[in-house]
């Protein structure tokens, strides 16, 4: 190439696509409208992305990617509790979220179509779903129990449906700073822990196994 | 809230009935049940209401004891903010992280405050105490507090339109104690007039660690004062932590013209020098002359005797009104003196003692009387300026923690510090 342009990082790209969407209060028809809005070579649009479907859901991992950056950064992060560390990570995403709030309000409210929606989220379900299994894994490393284990895959599969739950308040929430969705996270977060949380299960396993030692064997 | 509405009568239901299989069930067994029904409403609430259940704990003399078992225990049964709430909470309102904030910061709380939770912290090497308060406790106060007025109304027997200016009163103080920036200002302020009180010691603020949901202030070690008073300690050191208290509020009362109105225990420490630490200054109460004038008038053991003064007095303070019918004005004339001639004694002495038996055994028999009194269960409890309320809530805490403290008090020593 004779001229030598800027490289454009996916970061770049990402920003001039939202700035193209609220500015024009409709998402790019296609990749050479937006690219020539933009000012990005049509070429160096797909040494990132196949297509603009792709961009979008690339959106949505960037902004898991920014969140579980801002969580690593906490040096205390490593030693929390696999509650904390939950909370962490839905404190941090929403904190993101709404720093792109015009965004993605307008992105999911244009598709009133759920499922159209979840295509958009696919990336970031496999991303969230990845993070609880590494804590669901973690957890019952620390188990004796096999019945007290939990299923990963069962148990990432909620903690999407939480996500979705908290995105679908936090859409709506209207309070200074968003402090309900706070509230939501807080206590969604301690009361599937709770529910979940089976050490009297293992207790009452273990109880059992003595009794039945004691008395048949 | 309908829940505990029903509860509460069936409660009374399952009072009769089982008196009369068993004459013997003890009214204490259906107020206790009463106050489970009405604490379990309340547990669920954080925040405002459970500062209500905490005020209505204070009156421990003029609830009965079962009532008061159970509030008690409202003031202990938070559950703590999250760490990563906690960090949060921090990056909205301070923009930095606490570990930025602070050389170190406890992640786990040391103990809740009704409206908020206390974290230790280090910096630059001074311990201290960093208090943070619940999201979302600010909005909930009314929502809240519309839930708790239906028992209000009960347990006081208050009627009519006119009680909107008790909870408007309590909403405006509750409101108020969730602005911490308020809060440090009013502490300051009162801190820096009180200084020369003998053997009084404050914590200093820190507004540039604080913000409207933070207070950071230094961290006080010392006993806290219900723990210290259940500790067999000397007449001469009861006496010495009374005078100090005394004088503090007195000073605040007749100097400030503003006063703290929360005298619990919780908010008062004992260090090893034997000095007192005043802790918490949420809730301040502004003393207008249009309630402090006739007040203290009643405060002179000869206006309080003389017929024509004491019945001005009580048109003043909103306890009789123009409407009133010529029975209801000889009840409540009768009521009010007895009422008012009991708290006030205290005024009437050059020395008082509040470890005196006497005092508290007349008080409790009034409430006692009061609160079984069929004729007053038919009046309105609805009287008097709405200032009673947190006066009062002062004056009884001051009295029950010098009661704590078994204190004899030089009553006019106060007056030394008085401008001249």
Redesign the interface.
């Known amino acids: 190439m004779a001229i030598k342009t800027k490289k454009m990082t996916v970061d770049m790209v990402l920003t001039k696509y939202m700035e193209y969407v609220l500015e024009h209060e409709m998402a790019p028809k296609s990749v050479y409208k937006f690219c020539k809005v933009a000012g990005i070579k049509e070429e160096d649009f797909y040494l990132l992305y196949g297509s603009l479907p792709s961009l979008q859901k690339g959106i949505w991992e960037q902004f898991y990617g920014n969140a579980f950056n801002v969580m690593q950064e906490n040096k205390e992060f490593a030693a929390f509790s696999n509650k904390d560390k939950m909370l962490t990570f839905f404190y941090t995403f929403f904190e993101i979220l709404t720093l792109n709030r015009s965004y993605v309000l307008f992105t999911l409210d244009q598709s009133n179509n759920p499922m159209k929606n979840m295509e958009q989220l696919k990336g970031l379900r496999k991303n969230i779903k990845h993070f609880a299994k590494d804590l669901i894994e973690d957890g019952n490393a620390e188990k004796n129990l096999r019945i007290t284990r939990h299923n990963p895959q069962i148990f990432s599969e909620g903690a999407w449906f939480q996500f979705l739950f908290i995105l679908r308040f936090w859409m709506k929430d209207d309070s200074a700073r968003f402090e309900k969705t706070d509230m939501v996270i807080e206590k969604s977060v301690n009361t599937i822990f709770d529910v979940f949380d089976n050490t009297p299960l293992d207790n009452i396993v273990d109880f059992g196994k003595f009794l039945y030692k004691e008395t048949f064997a | 809230m309908v829940r505990t509405g029903v509860k509460i009568g069936g409660n009374y239901a399952k009072y009769y009935g089982k008196k009369f299989v068993n004459p013997e069930m003890s009214k204490d067994e259906l107020n206790e049940d009463n106050a489970s029904d009405i604490y379990d409403g309340l547990k669920s609430l954080k925040g405002s209401a459970l500062k209500v259940a905490q005020m209505l704990s204070m009156e421990k003399n003029l609830l009965p004891n079962a009532y008061v078992e159970k509030f008690s225990l409202s003031q202990f049964s938070v559950?703590p903010?999250?760490?990563?709430?906690v960090?949060?909470t921090f990056?909205?309102y301070l923009g930095k992280?606490p570990?930025e904030v602070y050389d170190t910061f406890e992640?786990d709380s040391i103990n809740a405050a009704s409206i908020g939770q206390v974290h230790k912290a280090t910096k630059d090497g001074k311990d201290l105490a960093v208090k943070i308060q619940y999201?979302?406790v600010a909005?909930s106060i009314s929502s809240d507090l519309a839930l708790v007025r239906p028992i209000a109304l009960r347990m006081f027997n208050i009627k009519g339109k006119d009680s909107d200016k008790y909870f408007k009163e309590v909403e405006d103080k509750l409101v108020e104690e969730t602005n911490y920036l308020l809060e440090i200002e009013q502490s300051q302020e009162i801190t820096e007039a009180c200084e020369k009180i003998a053997n009084l010691k404050f914590p200093q603020y820190y507004p540039e660690l604080s913000s409207e949901k933070i207070i950071t202030m230094d961290w006080m070690t010392g006993q806290h004062l219900g723990e210290f008073t259940k500790t067999s300690f000397s007449q001469e050191l009861g006496n010495k932590l009374g005078q100090t208290l005394w004088d503090f509020y007195m000073f605040q009362i007749h100097g400030l013209k503003k006063v703290h109105a929360d005298p619990h225990p919780g908010n008062f420490l004992v260090n090893e020098q034997e000095e007192l630490i005043a802790i918490d200054f949420g809730c301040i109460k502004e003393v207008p002359d249009s309630f402090y004038i006739p007040y203290f008038e009643l405060a002179k053991k000869d206006n309080i005797n003389n017929e024509k003064i004491f019945m001005e007095t009580l048109y003043q303070l909103e306890i009789l009104v123009a409407t009133d019918s010529p029975s209801e004005i000889k009840f409540f004339k009768e009521l009010f003196h007895e009422m008012l001639s009991l708290f006030t004694s205290p005024f009437h002495e050059e020395t008082f003692d509040f470890g005196n038996g006497d005092f508290w055994s007349t008080i409790a028999d009034l409430g006692e009387r009061f609160s079984s009194d069929k004729q007053i269960r038919k009046m309105n409890g609805n009287r008097g300026s709405k200032h009673f309320l947190y006066m009062n809530r002062t004056f009884f805490g001051l009295y029950n923690l010098l009661h704590d403290l078994k204190a004899k008090v030089t009553v006019n020593s106060f007056r030394q510090y008085l401008p001249k």
């Not at chain 2, 903010?81 to 709430?85: E, F, G, K, V």
């Open positions: 559950p903010l999250s760490a990563p709430l960090r949060k990056k909205n992280y570990e992640k999201p979302g909005q």
